[in-house]
């Protein structure tokens, strides 16, 4: 499952895998539970993972990075409940994203954060994305690029038609006779 193919849902706690497009909005599946479910798009807002980044005092971080930073954390010391002291979150992001925006980044993200985190970690989804993913997607535009150039372009035939001319049509007039 790549990045793209899980999101977050306004209105809708936890991420989704899409399950299936539509026009008028995703099918998607919990991550958390088995539950397949629409979601119409002019009712929620839909967030691709890997379009999620976090404030930094530099450029913004994505965050996939933030996710492999705390599986690394988690190696050597214990990541907090998303439900410990505002104090705790805030020092615990601080060593994962030393240049975090304090400002701009709330504790409410924070939890967001550690809570997906949770979730990713559970279904085995917290891996860095390869380079032959984007190689492969790279391969496939540009074999489409390449059908569309090889088309033949369609031959036109020239057809004479001949028009005539419209009949003046009169209108009923409701004149009073008088």
């Not at 299936?20 to 991550?31: A, E």
Request: hydrophobic content about 35%.
């Amino acid at each position: 499952m790549k990045y793209s193919e899980i999101v977050s849902v306004s209105k809708l706690s936890g991420l989704y895998h899409i399950h299936k497009q539509r026009t008028d909005g995703l099918i998607i599946k919990s991550l958390s539970e088995d539950k397949i479910i629409f979601a119409a798009s002019r009712a929620h807002v839909f967030t691709p993972l890997e379009n999620i980044t976090i404030y930094t005092q530099d450029e913004p971080i994505e965050l996939i990075k933030v996710m492999l930073k705390m599986k690394e954390y988690e190696a050597t010391q214990a990541i907090p409940s998303a439900k410990a002291p505002n104090n705790d979150l805030k020092d615990f992001f601080g060593k994962i994203v030393p240049d975090y925006d304090t400002e701009r980044v709330y504790v409410s993200d924070i939890q967001k954060i550690i809570k997906w985190y949770f979730l990713l970690k559970e279904n085995d989804l917290i891996k860095e994305s390869t380079t032959e993913d984007k190689d492969t997607a790279e391969v496939k535009t540009e074999k489409k690029e390449t059908k569309k150039i090889e088309k033949k372009p369609s031959v036109m035939k020239e057809v004479k038609v001949e028009t005539k001319p419209k009949a003046k049509t009169t209108k009923p007039t409701n004149r009073k006779s008088g």
